[in-house]
């Protein structure tokens, strides 16, 4: 592609050239359907994660340090910040409650990586709303398939990692940047990720819930270091995922199928407001209950779980707060006997304190089945055994998760989770405005102008 060189490895030559030259028109209806509900679902999760204490207030401290009045919208709060810190808290806010979208191919949450920086970079450019839609798809695009081609070491969190390159595409796209000059971004942005550990989220370390926010920073770093002249390695990607943060990268899948197939496309939806890999099991537990009805917890004698070797590893039955308890394969599953949902309130701070669900959680059982593992990624298995004290077993078997793709929540239920979440935030006629905004975004000229506006409180 013209402007990039020869040492460019063969796959990000094609890729920037792919990036450069992308058109909103060259993208299928549905995954653009997709995409304006993945930007709507994302900015609930943010609207929600702003109403939390620690997050409302971070974004003060924020505030208090200068900048208000100008600068970016902190979503869903009064407050304008400086770019760089909007971008920062509005990621931190979306994956604070696990509510945020994910793909199971990447591993990980594309939309948060990308959305907060796509914003700011296109307030900037006062971009149209074609052109922000176009940036969120191909910032998406490049996380996602980062994430499928990469392997990240045992232990090693997705958030933070490829997300950066992610987010500095998109920001690149919407500063009119040529293929050279985004072959230059991806480099960079590749030696700017996080070496971030699973760990902290088990231990309910809420820094995890910064990872997203850093990787928006930095993704806006990325581009204006690129374009000031930066350079970085000359396969950047290949190294960090492949050999440093990660145990192998193949490089083929970056351009499989590439404009054809889109990764947005291929998401998931989330109801269930904890870590993915719980899901199969809580959905298991709903095909139980719709079976037979609610289980009442003193009735439980054991609750035995069979799941894949990642899910498996979320067994603490005593979470010190909200954040290990979202990472509970047992506390998620015993909130969901003895409240009937996992929803935002089971893992209030609050909960932790529930005599109820804290003495069934200490009932559950985790085991990893290999072969379930060996199904990864296409499946997300688990079975799930309720024995009750009179001898009685209740059984379940979901092979994945609702809200994937190939099993997808009614678009119902996830506009009903938006205005869920940003009712609180923006109150009901401007949530309901807002959702329609995002919805008709690249409608015209005005489309993101349209959303931007609505975006603060009050």
């Known amino acids: 592609m013209a402007g990039t060189n020869d040492t460019t490895p063969g796959w990000l030559r094609d890729w920037s050239g792919f990036a450069a030259a992308a058109r909103l028109e060259d993208i299928d209806a549905a995954t653009l359907d997709r995409a304006r509900l ?26 208090s340090q200068g900048g208000s009045g100008a600068g ?77 081609a990469a392997s990240l070491r045992p232990g090693h969190h997705p958030h933070g990692t490829w997300g950066v390159v992610g987010a500095a595409l998109a920001v690149a796209r919407l500063s009119g940047a040529d293929a050279a000059a985004i072959a230059r971004t991806v480099n960079v942005a590749s030696a700017l990720s996080l070496a971030t550990s699973m760990r ?73 407001a904890c870590c993915r890999y719980n899901h199969a099991a809580l959905d298991a537990l709903e095909d139980i209950v719709a079976r037979h009805g609610r289980v009442d917890p003193a009735r439980v004698a054991a609750v035995e779980i069979a799941t894949y070797g990642a899910a498996a590893e979320l067994d603490g039955t005593a979470p010190r707060n909200a954040l290990a308890a979202r990472f509970s394969l047992p506390w998620a599953s015993a909130a969901f006997l003895a409240r009937g949902a996992a929803d935002v309130p089971a893992f209030r701070a609050g909960m932790l304190g529930d005599a109820t669900i804290a003495a069934l959680a200490r009932k559950v059982r985790v085991a990893e089945d290999k072969a379930m593992t060996a199904r990864l990624p296409a499946e997300r298995p ?72 609505l975006l603060p409180a009050g």
């Open 38 to 63: 993945t930007l709507a679902d994302t900015l609930g999760a943010i609207a929600a994660g702003q109403q939390e204490p620690e997050i409302a207030a971070l974004a003060a401290r924020l505030a």
């Open 72 to 148: 970016s919208a902190a979503i869903a709060t009064p407050h304008r910040l400086p770019a760089s810190s909007a971008a920062f808290l509005n990621g931190v806010a979306g994956t604070a409650l696990e509510l945020d979208e994910g793909n199971r191919f990447a591993r990980g949450h594309p939309c948060i990586h990308v959305l907060p920086a796509a914003i700011v970079a296109a307030e900037r450019a006062g971009a149209s709303g074609r052109d922000f839609l176009l940036a969120l798809c191909l910032g998406y695009e490049l996380g996602a398939r980062i994430g499928a």
């Open 200 to 272: 902290t989220a088990l231990e309910g370390g809420t820094v995890r819930n910064a990872y997203a926010g850093v990787a928006n920073q930095l993704g806006l770093m990325a581009w204006e270091m690129a374009a000031a002249g930066f350079e970085g390695e000359r396969d950047g990607v290949a190294t960090v995922f492949g050999r440093i943060s990660g145990q192998e990268f193949r490089p083929a899948m970056m351009t499989e199928a590439l404009g054809t197939r889109w990764e947005v496309a291929r998401n998931y939806f989330k109801l269930h």
């Open 382 to 453: 688990a079975r799930v055994r309720v024995v009750l004290a009179d001898g009685a077993v209740l059984e379940a078997t979901r092979a994945s998760n609702r809200g994937d793709a190939d099993d997808p929540y009614p678009r119902a239920a996830i506009e009903a989770k938006f205005m869920a979440l940003a009712t609180p935030a923006w109150g009901a006629a401007r949530a309901a405005e807002l959702l329609r905004a995002t919805q008709a975004v690249d409608a015209g000229q005005d489309g993101f102008a349209a959303l931007a506006r």
